[in-house]
């Protein structure tokens, strides 16, 4: 296939009035002569034959490529700044509110919740690994897991993150939350207005290992 | 100095003792002197599965309480003289069992042979406490199920406390089989998968055994499985035993049913 590339100045327009379209052209022919007219919208015979006699390459009714202005351009990043600006303050607000609601001792456990244990914090607890089934974690605090859960949780903190599998059995200030509404990624479970609110945190599963 | 394996599984039924039983000889086929040792103290079934029933004159309590030594209470395998067992006391029960005096006896046989292989009680209780306390090495079995499973992370979790390597500082080697497997329920999803199992015990794997009817009349004839070459079971047994041995033996995926040509035909068409 042999193929080559130009670039075109294209005039496009709409004929309204057919007189003074060929007049305009008539006076500005050295200006177009080496222009690809566009012509979107009516287009009779006399202008066919008059483009023809003038020996203009014309197109009738065709959709181009828009190119977008400068300005255009400008507008769009600026949108675009200003969307992430908002998402970052959303993201801090949250941050803020949710470590306003910390405790002070945290505690930090790395190793797998077998089944029969129980682990009983006063405070917060930040657990990287698994709660197997038959096991229990109760915090007075908040509760962050990061791997699955399988077993019951017994949480008095403002809030808890985890992933629960439906084996598991979370008792949230003192109410049983719906496993089903726990789908299969993480979520934060809150206490607002006297309400368990529970919302996934983020539409995939996280993988937290470096 | 040999070294010491508890065989464990938490609940019952999962197949601890034919596990132990397949084990001791296929350790013994491979030339090391290997004892099995039964601490269902009250329960004993071993000596039946090894085909031994009838040679048992002294039981570990006798020997603990020094009624009888060790040398007396020993008994050789018929098949493989590498192969020693030491019976359970049927008339007493697990409460006679001390610390002290299971660690002389685990440090007596220990001196004598390269492999010890103790053979837990079902439960969590002090029987089962006894006999992993001065183990080096567990063997856990489980069955693809979750009450199994549930128990046998039980077990772990008392071994990783209360075992006397643990509470030195040191780890205590944990190695899973997975016993009972049907290859057809695991790809219709009935039977949980052993990378399930393995996420949630966490331990390394040892082997998969299949789910073979052989076994039942292995057990009840006192013929271990492993002695079966056509069994499926042992050559499970088989590869496990190499394992431990120090070979280095390919995992064979018996979780995919392995169907004959005829049939693979015939699957075709369907």
Known sequence: ?210 | MGIVIAVISGKGGVGKTTATANIGLGIAFNDKKCVVVDFDIGQRNLDMVLGLENRVVYDIVQVMEGEANIKQALIKSKVNENLHFLAASQTKDKSVLESSKVEKLVAELKESFDFVILDAPAGIESGYEHTIEFADAAIIIVNPEVSSIRDADRAIGILDSKSAKVKAGEDVAKYLIINRIVADMVESGEMLKSDDILEILNIKLLGKVPEDKGVIDASNQGKPVILDKKSIAGQAYKRITGRLCGEKVDMKDIEISDKGLFKKLTGIFR
């Open chain 1, 1 to 210: 296939m042999k193929s080559k590339q130009y670039s075109v100045k294209v005039y496009e327009t709409t004929i309204t009035n057919e007189v003074a379209f060929m007049e305009f052209f008539d006076n500005n022919y050295t200006l177009f002569k080496d222009h690809l007219i566009v012509i979107s919208g009516n287009l009779s015979s006399t202008i066919k034959v008059y483009l023809e006699n003038k020996k203009l390459s014309y197109l009738h009714d065709v959709s181009l490529p828009k190119g977008r202005t400068r300005k255009a351009l400008e507008k769009e990043l600026q949108a675009e700044q200003t969307e992430r600006a908002v998402l970052a303050q959303i993201s801090q607000n949250e941050i803020n509110r949710l470590s306003s609601q910390l405790e002070n001792n945290l505690t930090v456990l790395d190793e797998m919740i077998r089944s029969g244990r129980e682990v009983d914090i006063k405070g917060d607890l930040l657990l990287l690994n698994r709660v197997n089934s038959g096991a229990t974690i109760k915090t007075t605090g908040n509760l962050i897991i990061t791997k699955v859960v399988e077993g019951a949780i017994r949480c008095a903190g403002h809030f808890m993150m985890l992933t629960a599998s439906p084996k598991a059995n979370i008792v949230f200030h003192g109410v049983e939350v719906d496993n089903s509404l726990l789908e299969d990624r993480l979520n934060r479970v809150e206490l607002k207005n006297n309400e368990i609110i529970i919302t996934p945190v983020l539409k995939k599963e996280i993988n937290w290992a470096l």
